[in-house]
């Protein structure tokens, strides 16, 4: 078969459900034959690091593979910084590059995409990918593939594999398939000795659950093993969100200085505290590790496992889950702990703050329910700590910018579910003008200047038009009502408040009111292309 086809298949085989990616002219072959192969589905964006994060979001959120597909050089070197993320944040994505083919590169002349020399560009994915592979040989490429696939299961970090174009349609055999690594379970049940009798003597016992917990599907392993042991079990800021709705001794999750008394004193005082898939960094230790006493912890991370002095190598996570498992016993009396999420927003005159955003959020799920959310880092993912909990994508440790929308994407395309995402709007704005500054301050003034700001955009079936607009028209709040067209038997109309005042708690209560089935309702934020030429014309 066909390069391309056996590496598709093969992507398919180790857990992908789609490919994202950017067409460029060194990857236009394997582009070509991703559509005529139909073997996963190709969606497209218009900029690199995009492409990155919305196949973290789906690698993440399946616990699987992601595929990010780009072209040479410009392509995949854009998108380091969100390879770098799922890196760091221990995410599986497989970085499919097109590069140039054999007699391109004997030609002696620099090719374009080209920075130093034509390797350079494994040079440095090799520092952010944990297996790296050039497929330039048909007879080692099935192999190569599976070998770096394999990596990228097993340790659950981004990948790198480069394909030349003229290696596209070379013939080469079946990829090897996908087998999970051999368990050595006498290591891991030594490790599960010794981890219980810790567990079994101290005095403040307790469970912390990090992100390989999810990364490699062990939530239900995991509630099996936390009701057994019945001890305060808590998750890390990364891992928030782990083991909801299982039933199991859930206390909260750490945030360390910025959290909960309770449940700082439930991790920092703990005298055996077990980690599993725990990243330790500053963001799940709420500053600082010094907290917690990691001579009396235990840490399973990265295939070993560690209590103290001694290191248990080669013991995976889910190995010793397992071996714990077949040990554990009742150690405490611990019963899930109720959370308390902000209910019951009310439309004010007052500033919007992020507690504010959350509670409106909790409200939408209650009536709705509970839609995975993509976050941005900042006050956007600190909101949806106080959120109640369900699937979530954010760089939580990396702190990269400019993830949100696109982690919706691969949230999107993953789950098959609307996602919720939460970006921030920018620090702030500056316009000029014959070269003098007409605005300087936040985005948000800028959008409260246009005559759509807070307008409310509802599509419904075009049969409903009639009662929608008649039952809406007559709200003091409502200035007038804009048609903005029909396809497919919907209608798209848009209503404008009177001085930009927000109506959706109005509109949203008159629409259930007419029991209408609306097909989508969004508040606009205002079009800045009216603004930029009213203060760019004016003078």
């Known amino acids: ?71 040479y050089g410009a392509g995949a070197l854009n998108m380091v910084n969100a390879v770098a993320t799922a890196y760091a944040e221990k995410s599986a994505v497989a970085v499919i590059s097109g590069a140039p083919g054999a007699a391109e590169g004997r030609m002696g002349l620099g090719l374009h995409h080209q920075v130093k020399r034509l390797d350079s560009q494994l040079l440095v994915m090799g520092e952010v990918t944990c297996a790296q592979a050039v497929l330039d040989d048909a007879a080692s490429a099935p192999r190569e593939i599976a070998r770096v696939l394999g990596e990228a299961r097993r340790q659950s970090r981004p990948v790198y594999l480069e394909l030349p174009r003229d290696m596209v349609a070379a013939e080469v055999g079946k990829v090897p398939a996908w087998a999970p690594p051999a368990i050595d379970r006498a290591a891991a049940g030594a490790a599960a000795d010794e981890v219980f009798a810790r567990l079994a003597a101290a005095r403040r016992p307790a469970l912390l659950l990090g992100v390989e917990v999810r990364r490699y599907g062990l939530e239900k392993k995991v509630a099996r093993l936390a009701k057994k042991l019945a001890i305060p079990t808590l998750t890390s800021f990364m891992g928030r969100g782990i083991l909801a709705e299982t039933g199991a001794p859930l206390a909260g999750t750490y945030l360390g200085l910025a959290g909960e008394a309770r449940v700082r004193n439930l991790v920092e005082r703990s005298d055996g505290l077990l980690m599993l898939g725990v990243i330790l960094c500053d963001a799940n230790f709420g500053v600082s590790q010094q907290q917690v006493d990691m001579r009396t912890a235990a840490h399973a991370f990265d295939g070993e496992v560690r209590l103290a002095h001694h290191v248990y190598p080669g013991v995976t996570l889910e190995a010793l889950v397992d071996a714990l498992l077949k040990r554990a016993r009742r150690l405490g009396d611990a019963a899930p702990v109720a959370a308390e999420y902000p209910t019951g927003f009310k439309a004010d005159a007052q500033p919007i703050r992020p507690l504010d955003i959350a509670t409106a959020v909790n409200d939408l799920f209650a009536r709705h329910g509970v839609m995975p959310i993509a976050a941005d880092m900042g006050d956007c993912l600190f909101t949806a700590m106080d959120i109640v909990p369900g699937p979530l994508v954010a760089a939580g440790y990396y702190a990269t910018m400019g993830a949100g929308v696109p982690f919706g994407f691969g949230l999107q395309a993953a789950s098959r579910k609307r996602p919720l995402v939460l ?83 109005e509109l949203s209560q008159a629409v259930r009111d007419l029991d209408v089935a609306v097909e989508e309702i969004l508040v606009e934020r205002g079009r800045l292309d009216d603004v930029f030429r009213e203060l760019t014309m004016a003078g």
């Open 1 to 71: 078969m066909k390069l391309a086809h056996a590496l598709l298949a093969a992507l398919k085989d180790y857990g992908a459900g789609e490919i994202f990616g950017i067409p460029g002219d060194f990857a236009l072959p394997f582009f070509r034959e991703i559509e005529r192969a139909g073997i996963l589905p190709l969606h497209t964006l218009s900029h690199e690091p995009a492409v990155g994060f919305a196949a973290d979001a789906a690698a993440r959120y399946r616990g699987t593979l992601g595929v990010a597909a780009v072209t």
């Open 423 to 505: 970006v921030g709007d920018g620090a702030g704005a500056a316009v000029i003008a014959k070269g003098r500054v007409v605005f300087d301050g936040p985005p948000a003034e800028l959008e409260a200047r246009s005559s759509t700001h807070n307008a409310v955009a509802i599509r419904v079936g075009i049969a409903d038009v009639g009662r929608v607009t008649g039952g809406i028209g007559n709200l003091a709040a409502v200035e007038r009502i804009e048609s903005m067209g029909e396809a497919d038997g919907v209608a798209s109309i848009l209503i404008v408040p009177r001085g930009g005042r927000s109506i959706i708690a």
